[in-house]
């Protein structure tokens, strides 16, 4: 009756069903996996900036496949505030970048293609890909105390089968960003072997520093076909806006094609809502301040973290350069899923084991850097007493 490409393990692991458990005793702990910007008081403050998702304009219906112009406008008009010249026609909106990669899994592949991925990155993508029938090759980062883009390994991973390259810039949850020379191979590579660039960019706006080493946004890129995604999920912290988009560059046939196929595809579902289109630029005008609560809680909880492990900690935090999470290398004294449990149960802390994010090895956990600042110093001193203690 039903598909292959629906054919899940829909049995809980372990670790889910133990935290279920948790859940149902009803007994209260600190939640070191939060990471839903609305639920710890970050994003846009309800207030008069959401009126213009009731602007006179939203009564009428005059879809645009690409969405419309003057959403595109205000998507540009924040490229150009980061310094990026880009036209509403080098634009395509979607509901959310979940929503773009379904997009381009069908513009680039066909059933049994590959795209290659870098990871450890977001877990989702394997049930994107999944569903478009499209086979994710996992290529796995170098590390090497940071986490770098390996292109050499890239490059071997290719087939003939081999359609696309994913990229997470900066990556999540390793907070490594792309450096300006693995940027500049990866881009030549994928000219050369006519691979298409995917570079999911939605954590771009949250770096740590200015890092003249790391390579900056690929939205105007015209050396390979390049599709750069991001959207309001991040650069406003408000995923329930449904609002996200990809910037599509690359050499001119190329791209002009790309646009084409994607206005058909897109022309298929018109599935971007009128009011955030129409309210874009008015909630677009709100990001300094929403992202700047977020880089202030970021840094004081990284702060926290790194005075915590000053003073001879056991654990050591993994080099990054950006996000919203750190991961924490602990020692192997036991398994990842044994720290999350022992952690849950003894110290009432919630954390991630790497393997969520398919970290290669064991000895790495991965913790939020949004829950508020007094949550997150009282949960992170109770997790590294209980690691130095072990
Ligand atoms: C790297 C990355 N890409 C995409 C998404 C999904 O974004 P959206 O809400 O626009 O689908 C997330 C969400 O956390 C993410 O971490």
Not at 28 to 49: C, I, K, Q, W
Request: some cysteine; glycine content about 6%.
């Amino acid at each position: 009756m039903f598909s292959d490409r629906t054919l899940w393990n829909l049995t809980p692991n372990a670790l889910s069903a133990h935290l279920a458990a948790r859940r149902a005793s009803r007994r209260p702990f600190d939640d070191l996996t939060e990471s839903n910007p609305t639920r710890v008081g970050l994003g846009l403050a309800h207030g008069p900036a959401w009126s213009a998702l009731a602007a006179p304009a939203v009564a009428r219906y005059e879809p645009d496949p690409r969405g419309l112009p003057v959403a595109r406008e205000a998507v540009c008009a924040y490229y150009a505030a980061r310094g990026h010249a880009l036209t509403p026609d080098d634009l395509v909106l979607t509901a959310s970048t979940s929503e773009a990669y379904a997009w381009l899994f069908k513009l680039l592949c066909d059933a049994g293609d590959e795209v290659l991925v870098a990871h450890p990155s977001y877990p989702l993508f394997d049930d994107l890909a999944k569903l478009e029938g499209v086979t994710l090759r996992a290529v796995p980062l170098a590390d090497e105390g940071r986490w770098e883009l390996d292109v050499d390994a890239l490059a071997s991973a290719v087939t003939p089968r081999t359609r696309a390259v994913l990229i997470v810039h900066p990556n999540n949850p390793t907070g490594s960003l792309v450096s300006r020379e693995a940027r500049e191979a990866l881009v030549a590579m994928c000219a050369r072997r006519g691979l298409a660039l995917v570079v999911d960019e939605v954590f771009g706006d949250y770096a740590w520093r200015d890092d003249r080493t790391r390579a900056g946004s690929f939205c105007d890129e015209d050396r390979a076909l390049t599709f750069t995604l991001s959207g309001l999920s991040k650069v406003l912290a408000m995923p329930q806006l449904k609002l996200g988009w990809m910037v599509v560059r690359g050499p001119r046939a190329l791209r002009d094609e790309a646009i084409a196929r994607l206005d058909m595809i897109a022309d298929s579902y018109l599935s971007v809502g009128a009011p955030v289109q129409h309210a874009a630029a008015s909630l677009l005008a709100h990001r300094e301040s929403v992202q700047g609560a977020i880089r202030a809680r970021v840094a004081a909880n990284l702060g926290a973290l790194r005075a915590g492990l000053h003073g001879g900690s056991c654990a050591t935090l993994l080099a990054a350069d950006a996000g919203w999470y750190a991961m924490l290398r602990v020692p192997r004294t036991r398994s990842d899923d044994a720290w999350v449990r022992a952690l849950l149960d003894d110290d009432d802390v919630l954390v991630q084991p790497g393997w969520f994010f398919d970290v290669p090895r064991e000895g790495v956990l991965v913790v939020s850097l949004l829950p508020e600042e007094p949550v997150f110093a009282r949960a992170i001193a109770r997790v590294l007493a209980r690691i130095d203690a072990a």
